[in-house]
């Protein structure tokens, strides 16, 4: 039976943005949760299949760091014969509804393979000591003479990946624009847990889209002024969404 892939313009113009989980028919568990509007449901398995197509991998490790994990899903659930299962969560959203459930929709999984954790995760679900102690850290007062780039990701990236891997890598940011910023901060549900200093961005070669940085721990003077303490409000508003902001 061939897979259903693509909504008609009628049902996409009603379906307005919506929230997707796609589903491991092999297991039945949820890899991804994502928001978007017409056809983003099923792009994913399309990138797959089309980044797959006529390449020819020397090795099975290379294969795996070439390609990111979600498509890696994707293919395995392709080579068992399978097809992804893809379910609308929610519709009839305007984009910053969207946002926000989908935010919601995270934290009830556990392994996504989500790059960068929901859009407002820092208002996702914690037990009420974390929150308490959270909430209550002062905000870092805002240098006037550093310039530096946020990075929203999530604890599990971090525990995946390492700080500065899940920090470095890899953002969807003008490569011009983002090389005027000296300084990188990891920021995990609202508070600062790592600084780096950028030496030089590149192209990421999974995704040529998304580029990343090589830097290094920032100094103990620099690192001291953010580390462990609340980004401002000004970036943790509604209209903050992206998980990559560059200093106001």
């Keep these: 039976m061939e897979q259903f892939n693509k909504f008609s313009p009628e049902v996409a113009k009603e379906l307005k943005y919506y929230v997707y989980r796609l589903i491991d028919p092999r297991n039945g568990q949820t890899f991804y949760v994502g928001k978007g ?14 980044n797959y197509e006529g390449e020819n991998y020397e090795t099975e490790a290379e294969q795996k760091k070439i390609i990111s994990t979600k498509l890696s899903t994707i293919q395995d659930i392709k080579n068992a014969g399978l097809d992804v299962i893809h379910i609308i969560h929610r519709y009839g959203l305007n984009d910053e509804t969207a946002f926000e459930v989908e935010s919601a929709v995270m934290d009830c999984y556990l392994g996504l393979t989500n790059i960068q954790s929901g859009h407002y995760s820092e208002r996702g679900s914690k ?5 308490e102690r959270e909430l209550s850290r002062k905000c870092y007062e805002e ?9 929203k990701v999530s604890q599990e990236r971090i525990d995946n990946e390492g700080i500065y891997n899940a920090t470095r890598s890899a953002w969807v940011l003008d ?11 990891c920021v995990v549900d609202g508070i600062v847990k790592g600084v780096f200093e950028i030496d030089f961005w590149q192209n990421n070669i999974n995704e040529p889209k998304r580029i990343e940085f090589n830097g290094k ?3 103990k003077e620099i690192s001291s002024i953010f580390l462990e303490k609340r980004i401002p409000e000004k970036y943790r508003q509604k209209g903050q969404a992206n998980p990559a902001l560059y200093k106001k």
């Design 37 to 50: 509007k017409n056809n983003r449901v099923f792009a994913h398995v399309n990138q797959s299949l089309k």
């Design 127 to 131: 037990n009420t000591i974390t929150l």
């Design 143 to 151: 240098p006037k003479d550093i310039d530096y780039i946020i990075f």
């Design 175 to 185: 490569k011009n624009k983002a090389e005027k910023y000296k300084y990188a901060l």
């Design 217 to 219: 721990k920032a100094s």
